[in-house]
């Protein structure tokens, strides 16, 4: 199975920074108290007691962080949920996420790792617009898009080897690989994160969580 730790993003330096960033945010914007303003009415199912458990209890990514029962624990931003987890890559190794794009108004995946001895420093990302779509999917974040489609699936992989470089990228592919420690275990950070779903979608914008698949380098897989 995957060795995931420090599920929760409220335990990580990672989201400290996050929240340390966003209430100096709230301070210069004039918003009162850490946690933010209310969410608005008409977003209510953003309260944790509203979701559904595979969106407060996933074994890979956790519970998430941002809408806390009516308040936002990153301050002004109180229409976006984060869900956090940190895992253990050994050499040659790489992770599929297998997801669908969500009923939102904005979502990405950002990968984080540790250089220099500092944790938390960014490694690579993808906003909505730069994944591509599943064959016979849809990406409704490009233009023209049907923001409405049913057939909305994406897959994206987490590799253990270093960035080759522009031109040499495979699609979807995160590079979180440093340089001279590939043939190790190499610890990585990956923050979901999902900005104003639709009038009354979870979330998650009704997209569920992506689901991981372990593959290690002699073929091995590993689900859930």
């Given at each position: 199975m995957f060795n995931v730790r420090g599920r929760s993003i409220r335990g990580s330096k990672v989201f400290a920074a996050i929240l340390s960033f966003g209430a100096s945010l709230s301070a210069l914007a004039g918003v009162g108290g850490p946690y933010g303003p209310p969410v608005s009415p008409e977003q209510s199912r953003l309260l944790l007691s509203e979701q559904p458990e595979v969106l407060s209890s996933h074994c890979f990514w956790g519970e998430p962080a941002g809408p806390i029962d009516g308040y936002n624990a990153l301050a002004i931003e109180t229409h976006v949920a984060y869900?956090?987890?940190?895992?253990?890559?050994?050499?040659?190794?790489?992770?599929?996420?297998?997801?669908?794009?969500?009923?939102?108004?904005?979502?990405?995946?950002?990968?984080?790792?540790?250089?220099?001895?500092?944790?938390?420093?960014?490694?690579?990302?993808?906003?909505?617009?730069?994944?591509?779509?599943?064959?016979?999917?849809?990406?409704?974040?490009?233009?023209?898009?049907?923001?409405?489609?049913?057939n909305r699936a994406y897959t994206l992989t987490l590799s253990s080897d270093v960035d080759p470089g522009a031109g040499l990228r495979a699609p979807n592919t995160f590079y979180v690989g440093r340089a001279g420690e590939t043939g190790t275990t190499q610890t990585v950070e990956l923050v979901l994160r999902v900005y104003r779903p639709d009038r009354n979608r979870d979330v998650s914008g009704d997209a569920g969580l992506p689901e991981p698949m372990l593959i290690l380098a002699n073929g091995t897989t590993y689900s859930g």
């Open positions: 869900w956090y987890t940190r895992l253990d890559l050994p050499p040659g190794s790489r992770v599929v996420l297998h997801g669908k794009f969500p009923h939102s108004r904005f979502m990405s995946l950002t990968s984080y790792g540790t250089f220099a001895g500092q944790r938390g420093a960014p490694i690579a990302g993808y906003s909505d617009y730069e994944i591509a779509p599943d064959a016979g999917s849809i990406n409704p974040f490009l233009p023209g898009a049907r923001r409405t489609a049913t």
